[in-house]
DNA sequence: CCTGACCCTGACGCTTACGTCAACAGTCGC
DNA sequence: GCGACTGTTGACGTAAGCGTCAGGGTCAGG
C-alpha cells in the first residue's frame, strides 16, 4: 500500500481520475482543485472527495463545454454553499436566516439548471431535424422508391414548424 | 446592391452570417466552406446555401461542441448525400440501386444521432442530480426548516438510483 | 543510510481557432 | 479611369489548456 492513509500521490489521483498529473497540477494553479493534503515534503495528497471534485470537472469539461474560467464560477458557487451550510449547522443561526441561505442554494442551482436545460433543447431541436431526414428517407425507402425523388438541403436545426 | 448577382462579398457574409472574415477565409483553408464562386479577379462570393453551410458549421460547433476536424467529417457525410442524391436522380440508376443509397444516407444519419442522443442523455442525468438537490432544499424550505439539516455533497452525475 | 520510485517547480513547446497587420489587388459608381 | 471601398495572401500574434522536458527533492523499504 502507497498512503499512509486514505490518501493518493499524484500519480494514483491521476490514473484514477483520467487526468494527467500535469492537469491536476494546472487545475490547482488556478485554484480549481486543490489536494486535501501535503506531505511535510511538499508532496500532494489526494482523497476521495478530491477525485470526485476532479470528475465534476471534467464533467463540466466535456459534457458541459464550460471552459476553465465558467467552471471556476460554478465551483465558487458550490463552495459558497459549503459555507452556507456550515453557518446553516451553526447553534446561532436562527430560521430566517436559514432560510435564506437555503433559497440562496436553490438560486445557484436554478441558474445552472437553466443554461442545461438550454443546452438540451438546442440538441434536441437538432436531434428533430435528424429524425425528420431520417423518416423522410425511411418513407421512400418503404414505398418501394417510387417516382418522388428524396428532397433535402443541409438546414440548420431549429427548421421545423 | 452589391453583388452582380444574388451572391455576397465576404463582408456581408460574415456580417450576415455573425462569423469574422478571418474565419470564413480559414474555414475554406480547411476546405469546410467554400464559396460558391470567385470572381475573375479572386474575390470570394458566397450563396445563400455557404450561408446555411456556415450556420450549421457554427451549430455543430458551439451546441455539439465538436471541433472542426469533426465537423470536416460530418460535412464528409452530408457531402457525400449529395453524390448520392445526385446519383440517385441519374437515369441509369436502378431501383436496387436507389434503395442503397437512401440506406446509406440513412446510416449517416443514424450515426450522428447517436452521437447527438449521448449527449442529450448525459445532460438530462445532470440536469436530474441538479433537480433532486432543488427537490431537497425546496422540501426543507417547505417543511418550515426542521431539525434536519441539508445533506449534500457535491457529486458527478450519473448518481441517481 | 541508501536506493528506486515517485514527486516537485520552473520553463519552454504545442495545438486549435482564429485576431491582427502589412502590402498590395480588385470592384464599382461616377 | 479614378477614388473609395472592399478584398487578397502571407505572416506573425494570442489565448486556453495542457505536454514535455530539466534539474532537482521526498519517501518507503531494506
Given at each position: 500500500m502507497t498512503g499512509g492513509e486514505g490518501l493518493l500521490g499524484i500519480g494514483e489521483a491521476a490514473s484514477r481520475s483520467g487526468a494527467s498529473e500535469r492537469a491536476l497540477r494546472y487545475w490547482q494553479q488556478l485554484g480549481l482543485i486543490t489536494p486535501t493534503g501535503t506531505t511535510p515534503g511538499g508532496l500532494r495528497r489526494y482523497s476521495e472527495a478530491d477525485l470526485a471534485r476532479v470528475a465534476r470537472l471534467r464533467e463540466l469539461q466535456e459534457?458541459?463545454?464550460?471552459n476553465l474560467e465558467e467552471i471556476r464560477q460554478v465551483f465558487d458557487n458550490e463552495d459558497r454553499l459549503e459555507e452556507l451550510r456550515a453557518e446553516y449547522h451553526?447553534?446561532?443561526?436562527d430560521a430566517a436566516r436559514r432560510r435564506e441561505l437555503i433559497a440562496e442554494g436553490l438560486q445557484v442551482r436554478s441558474r445552472l439548471r437553466e443554461t442545461v436545460e438550454a443546452k438540451i433543447g438546442a440538441l434536441q431541436r437538432f436531434l428533430g431535424d435528424l429524425d425528420a431526414q431520417r423518416e423522410r428517407l425511411q418513407r421512400v425507402l418503404d414505398d418501394g422508391v417510387p417516382g418522388g425523388p428524396p428532397r433535402e438541403a443541409a438546414q440548420p436545426a431549429g427548421s421545423r414548424r
Open positions: 459534457l458541459l463545454g464550460f451553526s447553534e446561532q443561526t
